[in-house]
């Protein structure tokens, strides 16, 4: 079977910063994927790792390592707007994605 | 600047009918997808295709049947709406190979009553 594990639930502060972990356990690995969803609106693609390592982009930044089926994502300078839900996505094949369930992540002032 | 558009945003249906849901993506890509989602249970994938007339189950077919006609279009279809269809269904394109993942529709909430 193939299984995304990631906190239901975080709580941060304005301004701190913030780990979202996911592990794995996929039939295939073709790469992961970060996405952003807001409430009631549709995921918007943040990063992709397909190499062991540290991706960064701006406030964001992800890390994957294979050998362990686990990645982060890392929110820094948080704001009330990165309120939303994260969600961890892995390809298993050529063209799908299998997605965890989500964080959803509250910025408090 | 829209590049994936599903054609309604909110629906409400009787148990039983038949129902269609649209989606057009003006990106020429070749992958369409359609997922649903559900609280705590995430996005699941319905199915999927990757070419004109070519389809793939996903992992949650039952129930649902598809059509892919033009390579921009990709139909999802509920032969008898069930109450446990309610659900947000969300379309999403990409091309082959793409490392930056899925393009997203905004999504259409239905409710089968």
């Known amino acids: 079977g193939q299984n995304i594990d990631q906190p239901t639930e975080m709580t941060a502060t304005e301004g701190a910063i913030v780990q979202i972990n996911c592990t794995y356990q996929t039939s295939g690995f073709n790469g992961l994927f970060w996405y952003q969803q807001h409430a009631g609106e549709a995921p918007t693609f943040l990063s992709y790792?397909?190499?062991?390592g540290l991706e960064e982009k701006g406030r964001f930044s992800s890390f994957l390592s294979r050998s362990k089926g686990y990645s982060y994502l890392l929110l820094k300078e948080l704001q009330m707007k990165d309120s939303a839900s994260y969600l961890c996505?892995?390809?298993?094949?050529?063209?799908?994605?299998?997605f965890g369930t989500g964080t959803r992540l509250t910025v408090i002032p | 600047d829209v590049k994936v558009t599903q054609s309604s945003r909110y629906l409400v249906k009787r148990t039983g009918e038949k129902v269609f849901l649209e989606c057009v993506q003006d990106m020429d890509h070749e992958n369409m997808f359609w997922y649903r989602q559900d609280p705590g249970l995430g996005l699941r994938l319905i199915y999927f295709s990757y070419d004109v007339k070519m389809k793939e189950k996903g992992d949650i077919p039952e129930g649902y049947s598809v059509s892919r006609e033009k390579k921009e279009r990709f139909s999802l279809i509920l032969e008898s709406a069930s109450t446990n269809q309610t659900s947000m269904y969300l379309c999403?394109?990409?091309?082959?190979?793409?490392?930056?993942?899925?393009?997203f529709g905004s999504g259409t909430r239905l409710t089968v009553v």
């Open positions: 790792n397909v190499l062991d």
């Open positions: 999403a394109s990409s091309l082959v190979g793409d490392g930056d993942g899925y393009t």
């Open positions: 996505a892995v390809k298993t094949g050529a063209n799908n994605l299998f």
